[in-house]
């Protein structure tokens, strides 16, 4: 599971205000703190990723200021190395399998897993126990 700062900085702060905060104070006044202090960061996480979001833009730029030839490629790139990888997962399945160089069978494992990373995400293919049985 990937770190998220901000939630971790909200919890540490809903505990400290746990242990600050006096125990006369009623649990809706808590309540209110706990969501005064939420919507802060909820604020805070919208100012990062719009800022992230900024930086992308203007870095990469937006679709509408790309030529519409170089979007095309850029929007194919994943089916073509998907496409790729089945038809060379497939010569290497129906071929005997002992005939490719061990070199090869590795580089063919990397790829898979490009393509898995692409489509699945780092999480999904963590979880899926994928990568142990490739490390093999």
Known sequence: MAFDPLTAIFDIGKTVLN???PDKMSDAEK??????????????????????????LEYEGRAKDIPRGLVW???AIRPAFTILIGYMDYLYFMSTV??????????????????????????AVNRSGVLN???K
């Open 19 to 21: 242990k600050i905060l």
């Open 31 to 56: 309540a209110q703190v706990e969501a005064a202090f939420q919507a802060e960061a909820s604020k805070a996480m919208l100012t990062q990723n719009k800022d992230f979001r900024d930086f992308v």
């Open 73 to 75: 490629i850029r929007s």
């Open 98 to 123: 002992g005939a490719w160089e061990p070199e090869k069978e590795g580089l063919l494992k990397a790829v898979n897993l490009i393509v898995l990373f692409f489509w699945f995400g780092e999480r």
């Open 133 to 135: 049985v490739l490390k």
